[in-house]
């Protein structure tokens, strides 16, 4: 495919418009960037849009960077730098070329702001934060204009001179875009360009003391990467007048092949919260592990949690794009990662919450079986499971007396198959002093595996299990929803309905196959669920569970 051509993929708008600018030749290769702030780990709204910019550049063999807007350094860090480069290339992307960060640019901004005060088209400002609200007006009425507003050319520049020098203290001046403080935008009532922050940043060091805002570095940073479409989500809609008067102003970039944006519909996740203000306070006050906790909506704590990235980027591709906000559904989540690991997840059993079975008429040494790796995919071949006088089963699949017909499980007097073994009856029980089961003991049909019973009686339940003498000790760890309420953003205190059943943790055992699984590696423990071995606990067996079988919470 040359790089003119359509790309034939799921039709939303913004394909649309690159398939048109193609085919006018208003650009002949597509470029997109993804440009996160070095202030956080990023969460599953950042995946929507990694999988769209670097998608969109892959399907028309175009190029998509990584650009650091790191113009505040006083809430940046290298560790979400690296974060952020591993998460994307964990998800399956590679971005064109050298990492780009704005500050790069700096030299290169502090040059366009200059121009901009040379045509009278910015000023610096020194009225403070109150009087800066004030003179802004509102939704309802108009600014009215700083009394800095027609300084000379002159002393404009002098004066921007002295801010990059140090000579202004931290909240003291600005600079401003001279444009319409009528205008019924506010982005355009003289947004600031430049302010004064004494910060070290972390890679620039002390050169600077005047950083960029956001609205005049990004688009001056497409312009000179050369984006073709600058994505971003709605709430940039009204800034993209500003985008534009930026670079319209600029003699650079005033050209017809200079970028432009475009908006789509960020993502809404029910029972969680992705601001990443919000994310931070978890994090801060210790509500949660941590940013790769597996209840957050972090990339690195859904990594953590047991999502591959083929769930992650098939997601994205069910819920499409568009401009219309919505608050999308977990279980849309749920089902993408299910699908995917239904194909790939090896099986296994896992008893989580065990109890003793003794076979009493089985004398002999605990012996080899061979049961499926996949049932539906004969050629991931078999795995040794071991069968013996004593396993654990799950508490919940046993009770004294079965409650009606219908009861699939271990009841007295009744029998059912363990998987992938044989056929056992339950014979008596034994209870601690609060009449909870400790042992149940049973006989098993040693003519059953594999095959039903010689006499032709049914046997309907099947449970699973795990061989006493080499069972391995784990701990396994059920994630739920973190929150109670379907958005509780909207909530006032949105800690305050934090879920207190988001983690339930539960002690048990696996089968000696797993002795060296490996950290992230998925497996469907037979009945429970997909889980995976903690990535931050690999000299101990600890097993996060990823989804259930079912979707059980819609039912709820």
Known sequence: MSNNETVDRPVNFIRNIINDDLAN????????????????????????????????????????????????????????????????????????????????YFDQFYAYATELIEKGLAYVCFLNSEESREYRGSLKEPGKDSPCRDTSVEENLALFSKMKNGEFKEG????????????????????????VRFETHHQTGDKWCIYPMYDFAHCISDAIEHITHSLCTLEFQDNRRLYDW???????????????????????????????????????????????????????????????????????????????????????????????????????????????????????????????????????????????????????????????GKFMRLALDKEVRLRNAYVIKGVRAEYDADGNVTTVYCTYDPDTHGKNPADGRKVKGVIHFVEASKAIPAEFRLYDRLFTVENPAKEDDFESVINPESLT??????????????????????REGYFCRDNQSVDKQIYNRTVALRDTWSAK
């Open 25 to 104: 030749h208003k650009h002949e290769q597509v470029h997109t960037r993804f440009p996160p702030e070095p202030n956080g780990y990023l969460h599953i709204g950042h995946a929507k849009s990694i999988c769209l910019n670097f998608g969109l550049a892959e399907d028309y063999k175009g190029l998509c960077n990584l650009r650091f807007d790191d113009t505040n350094p006083a809430k940046e860090d290298m560790e979400y730098v690296d974060s952020i480069k591993q998460d994307v290339q964990w998800l399956g992307f590679q971005w064109a070329g050298d990492i780009c960060y704005s500050s790069n």
């Open 172 to 195: 003291e001046c600005v600079l401003r875009a001279k444009i319409d403080m009528a205008s019924s935008f506010m982005c355009m009532r003289d947004p600031t360009l430049y302010r």
């Open 246 to 404: 930026v670079l319209d102003h600029l003699d650079d970039f005033s050209k017809p092949d200079r970028p432009h944006q475009y908006e789509f519909s960020r993502l809404n996740l029910e029972y969680t919260v992705m601001s990443k203000r919000k994310l931070h306070q978890l994090v801060d006050d210790k509500l949660v592990e941590g940013w790769n906790d597996p209840r957050m909506p972090t990339i690195s704590g859904m990594r953590r949690r047991g999502y591959t990235p083929a769930s992650i980027r098939d997601f994205a591709e069910r819920i499409g794009i568009s401009k219309v906000d919505s608050m999308t559904e977990m279980g849309i989540l749920e089902a993408a990662v299910r699908d995917d690991l239904n194909k790939v997840a090896p099986r296994s059993m896992a008893v989580l919450d065990p109890i003793k079975l003794v076979i009493e008429n089985y004398e002999s040494e605990p012996e080899v079986l061979m049961a499926p790796i996949h049932p539906q995919n004969e050629e991931m071949g078999k795995r040794e499971i071991l069968f013996g006088r004593e396993v654990y089963i799950d508490r919940a699949d046993f009770t004294e007396v079965a409650p009606n």
């Open 505 to 526: 943790i539960k002690n048990g055992f696996v089968e000696p196959g797993l002795l060296n699984s490996e950290p992230e590696k998925a497996y469907q423990f037979e």
